[in-house]
């Protein structure tokens, strides 16, 4: 704490450093929580003959969130993979990612450094259709790259590591930057894959439409089943809200010390002002009864009694009985500190 009993300026960053990070974290959690319950709440539809009819029967032809499971399959020409053979798809993402070693000049640590330097997505028109043939309705996906999770399968990996001559090495050293290679992956959204649809579903003349939806909630394309979609939404939810309860603790902490330091040096200036008003007082009272001569012979730890006390081999003649028993050992003279071997009672008459 600084004079005055404000706080200094790292404990006052610290107190707002910490509310702000518990604030963050709050918010993030109760995006989180309201992601959970609507996903929760979403109206579980079955792909199967039925469909229309309910579609008909909502208001708008719309069910605004809804949950649908079904197989992928390709409108038109699907995409084939361009390392895997017989691999067929209609979501394909092609990424490029360099690896490095980086120099921190604050640890003194090489660090992993990872950055995309391509990506390319490339999609094509594709259904959600029965696992079970013959049902005879689809559904058909769109927008599929605004999903907040799309269930795509990695069907080739390779990493080409760089190859360093000496001089290389050497300029890396110094640069703080060294090459490790770059990774090449394949994702794919695979013709067949079973697949978990959330969104907006609506009947558009004859088509039916999985879009995202209009409400502000997440758009799911996800290769899990419903349940363990949801599991994992509330999984994070109570991830997030361990770490703002963590952080509101802390907060509360730091805030609970700040108060106390503030609470203890106000009790200190209450009993400075305590100490000078009794002073105070004192002075008055022996200036007021007996005059200037009364406080001439006060002693002067005290100043309430009456000097009685010869301190040899000073020969100072300045406090009394009751303050001289209570100066610590070794005992010395209050006025030139030097040692007192005895001491010689003082009788006023």
């Not at 950055?115 to 997505?121: E, F, M």
């Not at 490339?122 to 927008?143: N, Q, Y």
């Not at 990774?183 to 907006?200: C, D, H, N, R, S």
């Not at 106390?260 to 200036?287: N, P």
Request: proline share 4%.
């Amino acid at each position: 704490m600084e004079g005055g009993g404000r706080p200094s300026a790292a404990q006052a960053v610290l107190l707002a450093a910490s509310t702000a990070i518990t604030a963050l974290l709050y918010s993030i959690y109760r995006q989180k929580a309201r992601v959970a319950r609507g996903l929760e709440g979403a109206r579980k539809v079955r792909l199967d003959g039925d469909l229309r009819a309910v579609l008909l029967e909502a208001p708008g032809r719309c069910v605004p969130y809804a949950v649908i499971e079904g197989v992928v399959r390709s409108v038109k020409d699907t995409l084939s993979s361009q390392f895997v053979e017989n691999c067929k798809g209609v979501v394909q993402r092609l990424t490029l990612q360099e690896h490095k070693m980086v120099w921190n000049r604050t640890t003194h640590l090489w660090n992993d450094y990872e950055k995309i330097i391509h990506q390319r997505t490339s999609t094509t028109p594709f259904d959600l259709v029965p696992a079970e043939d013959g049902a005879g309705v689809t559904v058909r996906v769109m927008k599929p790259l605004d999903a907040a999770e799309l269930g795509l399968e990695t069907v080739y990996e390779k990493f080409h590591p760089s190859v360093q001559s000496f001089t290389d090495v050497i300029g890396h050293y110094i640069s703080g930057e060294r090459p490790k290679g770059i990774q090449e992956t394949e994702q794919m959204l695979k013709v067949g894959t079973a697949l978990t649809g959330v969104g907006e579903l609506v009947l558009d003349n004859a088509t039916i439409k999985l879009q995202p939806p209009k409400q502000g909630m997440p758009y799911y394309l996800s290769s899990l089943d419903f349940e363990s979609l949801l599991q994992k939404q509330e999984s994070s939810v109570r991830f997030w809200k361990l770490l703002t309860v963590v952080f509101g603790f802390a907060t509360c902490a730091v805030l609970f010390f700040l108060l106390r330091k503030q609470y203890r040096h106000h009790r200190e200036r209450q009993h400075l002002r305590q100490m000078q008003e009794e002073f105070r007082q004192a002075q008055e009272r022996l200036t007021g009864t007996e005059g200037g001569e009364a406080l001439k012979n006060a002693c002067v730890v005290c100043l309430s009694s009456t000097k009685s006390c010869v301190f040899l081999e000073c020969g100072h003649v300045c406090s009394c009985h009751e303050c001289y028993q209570a100066l610590p050992t070794p005992k010395k003279c209050p006025i030139c500190r030097q040692g007192i071997t005895r001491v010689v009672p003082l009788y006023n008459s």
